[in-house]
Nanobody, 125 residues
């Protein structure tokens, strides 16, 4: 079982940067694939980025070149470095984890078994 706690959200101006952290409990963190999703009020949950246990990463087209997902297994933490932020990035950001990985499924929230409570990111124009 895994518990996830996000931090690092806040309010920034367009073009600014934020670094989100997701601290995970569990003795097998290194075996989990991790993902970041976001959801704005009234909108559906949206895939942002994911990282496999071996370090391979995937990104939504909307954030490629601007966001970077990484993990530090020694700290049981996954990060999302967000640069060149845009107003459309405004959302609650959620960390997710799954022990199981299947090709092509990482963009679906239903593929993840554990979720954090979220951290808010607000980008002003």
């Amino acid at each position: 079982q895994v518990q996830l706690v996000e931090s690092g959200g806040g309010s920034v101006q367009a073009g600014g940067s934020l670094r989100l952290s997701c601290a995970a409990s569990g003795r097998t963190f290194s075996s989990y694939a991790m993902g970041w999703f976001r959801q704005a009020p009234g909108k559906e949950r949206e895939f942002v980025a994911s990282i496999r246990s071996g370090g391979i990463t995937y990104y939504a087209d909307s954030v490629k070149g601007r966001f970077t997902i990484s993990r530090d297994n020694a700290k049981n933490t996954v990060y999302l470095q967000m640069n060149s932020l845009k107003p459309e990035d405004t959302a609650g950001y959620y960390c997710a984890a799954t022990l199981y990985w299947r090709s092509g499924t990482y963009v679906y929230g239903s593929s993840y078994d554990y979720w954090g409570q979220g951290t808010q990111v607000t980008v002003s124009s």
